[in-house]
């Protein structure tokens, strides 16, 4: 099994800054894409930035600028950062990962963290 542990959220004034950690750990063969989601209740998850295993990265355009995704491949772990943070950007965060395990024998499954909570008071 493979687990995803965020970390970093927090309540923050208009215009601050988080960064959000992700740590990817368990039966871990290989990783393909790793994103960002947010949520807030009630309504559907949305993706907020994914960085794929080539490098590409892709952002929603209500971040593009201000939130920058990377990862350390040797750490598994994702990164988040987040500036210039405004009210609308209040979600839990999510991290998802598309991982390959030794038990699977490759094959690729969407993994997904528990969430982390990010306020931003205007």
């Known amino acids: 099994q493979v687990q995803l542990v965020e970390s970093g959220g927090g309540l923050v004034q208009t215009g601050g800054s988080l960064r959000l950690s992700c740590v990817a750990s368990?039966?871990?063969?290989?990783?393909?894409?790793m994103a960002w989601f947010r949520q807030d209740p009630g309504k559907q998850r949305d993706l907020v930035a994914a960085v794929l295993s080539s490098g590409t990265r892709d952002y929603a355009d209500s971040v593009l600028g201000r939130f920058t995704i990377s990862k350390d491949a040797a750490k598994n772990t994702l990164y988040l950062e987040m500036n210039s943070l405004k009210p609308e950007d209040t979600a839990d965060y999510f991290c998802a990962a598309d991982v390959a395990t030794h038990s699977s024998r490759g094959r690729f499954t969407y993994y997904w963290g528990q969430g982390t909570e990010v306020t931003v008071s205007s």
């Open positions: 368990g039966d871990i063969l290989s990783i393909k894409t």
